[in-house]
Every structure is written in C-alpha cells, then in structure tokens.
C-alpha cells in the first residue's frame, strides 16, 4: 500500500502511515511507477519515505526507468537521482529496501535480461556503499 507524506487530515484518497500502523502494516510501497506517472516526484516520493519512517513502518523505496531512459543509456543516472532524492529525506536505512522495476518492462511483455538487471544492481550497491 502507497502512504501519503504526512499525518491524518483532509487527504481525500491518501493512506496516512498511522493509519497503515493501526492496520498492522509493517511496511509500505513508495515511488512505484504508477503514482511517480500520476505526478509524483522523487522529491514527494522521499517525503513519504521519511514520514512512513518517522512512524514506524518499513519502506520499499521503488526505482526504475523509461524505455527511452535505457536506450539513451541513462538508466543509471536516473536511478542515482532517484536514490539521491532518498537520501536528501532518509537518515537510517535500517528499514528501506529498494526495489528496482523497470518501467519499460511492467505490462509490455519485455523484460530485462540478466546483464541489464545486474548493471542496475551494482550500481545500487555501489552507491549504497558510497552514501549509506
């Protein structure tokens, strides 16, 4: 389940991280390809990262790439930024996983071959190396 970046309030159709808590939630999904094409950012996305942090509950921080991302051959730095916004907000990691999804490959029949998997999992763990 998707969480919103604050507390309760008037947030028609947002999920607050209390309220996934008081479901007995552990952990929550954020910056899945769905939400970032409905307008989030990666700024918002880590908002909630944090906030879903704050209060307790695991995070899945979600990261991928366009189509045409990966054929330019942008895909890391894409997702360097996506997990510098992360950082910008996180400062314990002890309950963030990241997951990595390709966008081009959710729903097209395509999917990335094991080299293209592995260029994106190195790059995540070196930067976790470097910034964690």
Not at 5 to 29: C, I, P, V
């Amino acid at each position: 389940q998707d969480v919103w970046k604050q507390g309760n309030g008037a947030f028609t159709g947002e999920t607050s991280a209390e309220m996934l808590k008081d479901l007995g939630a552990e952990y929550t999904l954020v910056g899945h390809s769905e939400r970032r094409e409905k307008g989030e950012t990666n700024e918002v996305v880590a908002k909630k990262a944090a906030y879903a942090l704050e209060k307790g509950l695991g995070v899945i921080a979600c990261i991928g790439e366009t189509k045409e991302l990966r054929e330019a051959n942008q895909t890391v730095a894409y997702i360097t930024e996506q997990l510098d916004a992360y950082a910008a907000e996180i400062k314990d990691w002890t309950n963030v996983v990241i997951a990595y999804e390709p966008i081009w490959a959710i729903g097209t029949g395509l999917t990335a071959s094991p080299d293209q998997a592995q260029e994106v999992h190195a790059s995540i763990r070196a930067w976790l190396k470097e910034k964690v």
